[in-house]
């Protein structure tokens, strides 16, 4: 059973961080496109930072570059999102998510990918 569990998620306070973790089970991340989602209250679900599954590029929002960073432990078959200088607005649901082979000008949208974690609550507040 394909399974994807984050962790890493809490309560922290502005310009402060956080990592998440994304274990994968019953399939191997590293031939997947592997990506990282936020869902606010009322908001769409957002491409956060994604990794190709073809040539392992990255992908940032704009709201998200040069603070988060997104990485790939395949003997861990783990991803992560390292959250840094964190801000109020960044405060959601993250979820990670695996897909198979994406054109790269769609790799961090949502609809793209097949498998889904649960989620867990990043809050950024003082």
């Known amino acids: 059973q394909l399974q994807l569990v984050e962790s890493g998620g809490g309560l922290v306070q502005p310009g402060g961080s956080l990592r998440l973790s994304c274990a994968a089970s019953?399939?191997?991340?590293?031939?997947?496109?592997i990506g990282w989602f936020r869902q606010a209250p009322g908001k769409e679900r957002e491409g956060v930072s994604c990794?190709?599954?073809?040539?392992?590029?990255?992908y940032y929002a704009d709201s998200v570059k040069g603070r988060f960073t997104i990485s790939r432990d395949n003997a861990k078959n783990t991803v992560y999102l390292q959250m840094n200088s964190l801000k109020p607005e960044d405060t959601a649901v993250y979820y990670c998510?695996?897909?198979?082979?994406?054109?790269?000008?769609?790799?961090?949208?949502?609809?793209?990918?097949?498998?889904w974690g649960q989620g867990t609550q990043v809050t950024v507040s003082s």
């Open positions: 019953g399939f191997t991340l590293d031939y997947y496109a």
């Open positions: 990794i190709s599954s073809s040539d392992g590029s990255t």
């Open positions: 998510a695996a897909g198979g082979i994406i054109p790269v000008q769609a790799v961090c949208a949502p609809t793209s990918y097949n498998y």
